[in-house]
Antibody, heavy 123, light 110 residues
Framework: EVQLVESGGGLVQPGRSLRLSCAASGFTFDHYAMHWVRQTPGKGLEWVSGISWNSDSVAYADSVKGRFTISRDSATNSLFLQMNSLRNEDTALYYC????????????????WGQGALVTVSS | QSVLTQPPSVSAAPGQKVTISCSGSSSNIGNNFVSWYQQLPGTTPKLLIYENNKRPSGIPDRFSGSKSGTSATLGITGLQTGDEADYYCGTWDSSLSAGVFGTGTKVTVL
């Protein structure tokens, strides 16, 4: 059974940093691209970032470009999102998602989602 | 602000049909596959349709997808109370080099 478990969320002040992790299991992690998608409470989905199976290709939403960095570690089957210079508008539930394909550009065919990690940016 | 536009809400009686539109452009829907997701209240999104019109195993054939030009459509027939949820389209935008989701549509069963 595929499992994606996010961790690292919490309350942080504007301008500070936070690192999200996603522990993946139940599939061959280094065969698939992985993504982060966020959702502000009560609002819609926003794609944040994606990384190819071998980390050769990464992509970011304009809203986070230059501030967030996505990475992955095949040794520990983990996906990460380093979030720097956080803003109030980054407050959201961050989902780790598994793509069906290995590459970025992506299919946006996300066949498995984690439960999410809540990030709250507030002074 | 999303580059994919969906109606905020649609509704119909049980057993009826609803369609949800997703309007984009040549840089996204026009040249890339579209997926659709269902998000039931308090749950995580679930893949309903991929590659414009294909259903993952376990998704009933009451759900269908289509694409024409720069627009995509999700259809739900035989509407059930359990279909009350938010629905999102998603695709890749080749100009932005980024994934994009639609604004979301709330389906209400009257």
């Amino acid at each position: 059974e595929v499992q994606l478990v996010e961790s690292g969320g919490g309350l942080v002040q504007p301008g500070r940093s936070l690192r999200l992790s996603c522990a993946a299991s139940g599939f061959t992690f280094d065969h698939y691209a992985m993504h982060w998608v966020r959702q502000t409470p009560g609002k819609g989905l926003e794609w944040v970032s994606g990384i190819s199976w071998n980390s050769d290709s990464v992509a970011y939403a304009d809203s986070v470009k230059g501030r967030f960095t996505i990475s992955r570690d095949s040794a520990t089957n983990s996906l990460f999102l380093q979030m720097n210079s956080l803003r109030n508008e980054d407050t959201a539930l961050y989902y780790c998602t598994k793509d069906h394909s290995p590459t970025v550009p992506a299919s946006i065919r996300f066949d498995h989602w984690g439960q999410g990690a809540l990030v709250t940016v507030s002074s | 602000q999303s580059v994919l536009t969906q109606p905020p809400s649609v509704s119909a009686a049980p057993g009826q049909k609803v369609t949800i539109s997703c309007s984009g452009s040549s840089s996204n829907i026009g040249n890339n596959f579209v997926s659709w997701y269902q998000q039931l209240p308090g749950t995580t999104p679930k893949l309903l349709i991929y590659e414009n019109n294909k259903r993952p195993s376990g998704i009933p054939d009451r759900f269908s997808g289509s694409k024409s030009g720069t627009s995509a459509t999700l259809g739900i027939t035989g509407l059930q109370t359990g279909d009350e949820a938010d629905y999102y389209c998603g695709t890749w935008d080749s100009s932005l080099s980024a994934g994009v989701f639609g604004t979301g549509t709330k389906v209400t069963v009257l």
